[in-house]
């Protein structure tokens, strides 16, 4: 991973923001944290995965493009190399609805697998911050 991916927090922003409009997702939507109610809890977990996109984005670990096969996201791993998250589609999400819903990580590792196209042992194989971010992503699509 190089330092040309880092961007300031206001360029990561602005990433951030062309993901959620690509994908539609009104981040209006998460605001209401206050109370212990299950919107709260889910609301405070979305707030995190957004800020762990954004950190993503400042240290380049991660990059979106927009090409003719639609919006990527790219994740850039410590041995330099990339892997990329094709646009979510409706083969993904079947992927993911073959997991039991209570099965959080396996729904997140079978959309994101199925989405850089090498299945969602590729995305088992990935360790600490690639992993967490990787799973903030699938997150962020599953709930958004």
């Known amino acids: 991973m190089s330092d040309e991916n880092k961007l ?5 922003q602005k990433e951030l923001e062309k993901f959620y409009d690509y994908y539609e997702i009104e981040t209006e939507d998460f605001e209401k944290v206050d109370g212990d109610d299950d919107e709260s809890r889910a609301n405070k977990a979305i707030q995190r995965m957004q800020l762990k996109i954004l ?4 240290k380049g670990k991660i990059s979106f493009k927009e090409d003719d096969g639609g919006f990527i996201i790219v994740l850039h791993k410590k041995a330099g190399d990339t ?31 199925k989405m850089c196209g090498l299945g969602e042992h590729a995305v088992k194989k990935l360790k600490g911050p690639e992993l967490s971010l990787v799973e903030a992503i699938g997150t962020t699509l599953l709930m958004g």
């Open 83 to 113: 892997l990329e998250f094709k646009e979510l589609d409706g083969f993904a999400k079947a992927e993911m609805s073959k997991k039991k819903s209570s099965d959080e990580y396996g729904r997140i590792f079978a959309l994101t697998g």
């Open 8 to 12: 300031s927090k206001e360029s990561a």
């Open 55 to 58: 950190k993503g984005l400042m």
